[in-house]
């Protein structure tokens, strides 16, 4: 069982940074696809951002170019870094880890973007 654990959402100003963290609990941690879905109310959730297990990356379109997701291994935790955010970054963000036969999901943490 993966537990995963979410923290560094708040509130900032637009135009401000955030970087969301995600710690997993095991050491197969390393053989996960790391996500990040955020969900806005009224809307479905959507991928903002993924990285395989060889470091490849892939962004939606929303949040290329302003984003950065990364991994630490050793530390069992994936990062997300999202510059100049914008209100419409304003959501709930889910950090998800994809096995061959199952998914974990965290509680979510909340990104407000204040205009």
């Known amino acids: 069982q993966v537990q995963l654990v979410e923290s560094g959402g708040g509130l900032v100003q637009a135009g401000g940074s955030l970087r969301l963290s995600c710690a997993a609990s095991k050491s197969t941690f390393s053989g996960a696809i790391m996500g990040w879905y955020r969900q806005a109310p009224g809307k479905e959730r959507e991928l903002v951002a993924s990285?395989?297990?060889?470091?490849?990356?892939n962004y939606a379109e929303s949040v290329k170019a302003r984003a950065t997701i990364s991994r630490d291994n050793a530390k069992n935790t994936v990062y997300l870094q999202i510059n100049n955010l914008k209100p419409e970054d304003t959501a709930v963000y889910y950090c998800?880890?994809?096995?061959?036969?199952?998914?974990?999901w965290g509680q979510g943490t909340q990104v407000t973007v204040s205009s």
């Open positions: 990285i395989s297990n060889d470091g490849r990356p």
């Open positions: 998800s880890a994809k096995f061959l036969l199952e998914a974990y």
